[in-house]
């Protein structure tokens, strides 16, 4: 356990940005012998073969071919994306002797936090090199931003409802003196090119906080970004650590999650459908018989899940409270905003009893509308049985978040069990092969 959290530390530390997370996971895949194939070019898919396909740099899948025959796809989701602040174009603005940087909220943040802590920039920028348009990660590896709050002598109501206007309270500090575009310059120089030759950047501010262990028995982990790469780093070390079976294991990680999915390299994409559609063919399988395969696959869509916090308990369901350690949490809510039934849910909870894998069970309170998920989002266009999972955490969507120590363990080797079955749809329901 202590080494699945020293892994998951390291790739987050190494992740400021989606495009980073993506990077660390083809990394880690290629070490593993998986071959990058490219949605440009025709696939070539050899029997035991390991493959994996990158959309936008923010979003990968990832599959293997234990058997050219197989009865369906076992698919593991996560997303490799979390709130924060973007940098605009144009994203500097001078103002009394201080240079700040025009930023828009991505995501549904705690903003809050995000004052008097140092920040760092990050993402990827465009360079124009010869005919080629290419992405280059760049990571300012220091602090060079901070949003200063105002002090309450000059608000004394600061600490009553306090509401934050992006545009107006929100602009990070990042250097006295005039306008340069001096972040360009900044990550120019870090790459040896010229100011000019940076056509375009996607590029985000990041809290510059290291993950760490603490409690009186070491049991919490706070970190940036848990949610999702918790989740997303569960998913690629079950998907690694998988049996090969009659179906074929898929870990897709999706990007823009947290901004609704409606991107080419969301959930809400042809993404998945396009892969598992090209995977089908490449094995030498026809349309007709693609309708099957779906019918005898599964999803595992994986995004954190809300621990009970001990201060606001009124905020949870009076049944339902998924604590920190206490095991995987399975999402359900009525109106399908989480994608979990009772024959998905039958299928994991079977999973983790198999493994002696505890868990536990999320719900909003009937009066609380939940968010949609991967999962049913997905599955409008694979449709599919799909259960919402997660692991309990506190200060969702805070710049740095808390999880327990013990459930990374726990959602790897549920995953690793899921992605080395397989699923068979029968006239009285379904088995596992």
């Known amino acids: 356990m202590q080494n699945v959290n020293e892994q998951l530390m390291k790739l ?9 997370a993506i990077d660390q996971v083809k990394k880690k895949l290629i070490r593993g012998g998986y071959t990058e194939l490219l949605e440009s070019e025709a696939w070539h898919l050899e ?3 390991r493959y994996f396909v990158c959309r936008n740099g923010s979003s990968l899948l990832a599959f293997r071919v234990p058997v050219k025959d197989y009865h369906g796809f076992m698919i593991g989701a996560a997303h490799s994306d979390s709130p924060s602040f973007k940098l605009k174009e144009n994203g500097e603005i001078e103002k009394e002797g ?3 940087l025009n930023v828009e909220g991505y995501g549904g943040m705690l903003m809050a936090p995000w004052f008097d802590r140092p920040l760092g920039i990050a993402g990827r920028v465009v360079v124009k090199e010869g005919k080629t348009f290419s992405s ?4 300012s590896k220091e602090a060079i931003a901070m949003i200063p709050n105002l002090a309450i002598h000059m608000d004394r109501q600061a600490n009553e409802n306090h509401s934050y206007n992006i545009q107006n309270d929100l602009l990070p500090i990042i250097a006295q003196g005039k306008k340069d575009e001096q972040v360009l310059h900044y990550f120019a120089k870090k790459l040896e090119v010229e100011k000019e030759a940076i056509l375009s950047h996607d590029l985000f501010l990041y809290p510059r906080n290291e993950a760490y262990i603490w409690g009186m028995n070491q049991e919490f982990l706070t970190a940036p970004r848990l949610d999702d790469l918790q989740c997303a780093f569960a998913n690629l070390y079950g998907f690694l650590a998988a049996k090969d ?8 990680i999706f990007d823009n999650e947290e ?37 005898n696959s599964m999803m595992v869509s ?9 201060n606001y308990i009124g905020k949870h369901d009076p049944v339902n409270h998924p604590k920190l350690n206490e095991g995987i949490v399975i999402k359900f809510n009525a109106n399908q905003h989480y994608t979990t039934d009772g024959i998905s849910a039958a299928l994991f909870k079977d999973i983790c009893q198999s493994q002696e894998i505890p868990f536990q069970v999320f719900t909003n309170r009937s009066d609380v509308r939940g968010g949609s998920t991967l999962g049913n989002i997905s599955n409008a266009h694979v449709s599919l049985v799909t259960v919402d999972v997660g692991l309990a ?17 726990y959602m790897v080797e549920a995953l690793a069990e899921f992605f080395s079955r397989s699923l068979i749809q029968t006239k009285s329901g379904y088995e596992w092969k």
């Open 12 to 20: 987050i530390d190494a992740s400021p940005t989606a495009y980073h």
């Open 47 to 49: 029997e035991d073969g």
């Open 98 to 100: 201080y240079l700040q």
């Open 136 to 139: 280059h990660l760049v990571d």
């Open 245 to 252: 079976s009659n179906s074929i294991p898929i870990m897709v």
């Open 259 to 295: 901004v609704g999915s409606l991107t080419k390299q969301g959930a809400d994409s042809t993404f998945l459908s396009d892969c598992l559609n090209r995977i089908h063919q490449a094995l030498g399988h026809d349309g007709k018989t693609y309708a099957q395969a779906i019918a």
């Open 302 to 310: 994986a995004d954190n899940a809300h621990g009970v916090h001990p």
């Open 393 to 409: 955490q506190l200060a969702m969507h805070s710049p740095v978040e808390t999880a327990g120590v013990k459930d990374t363990t």
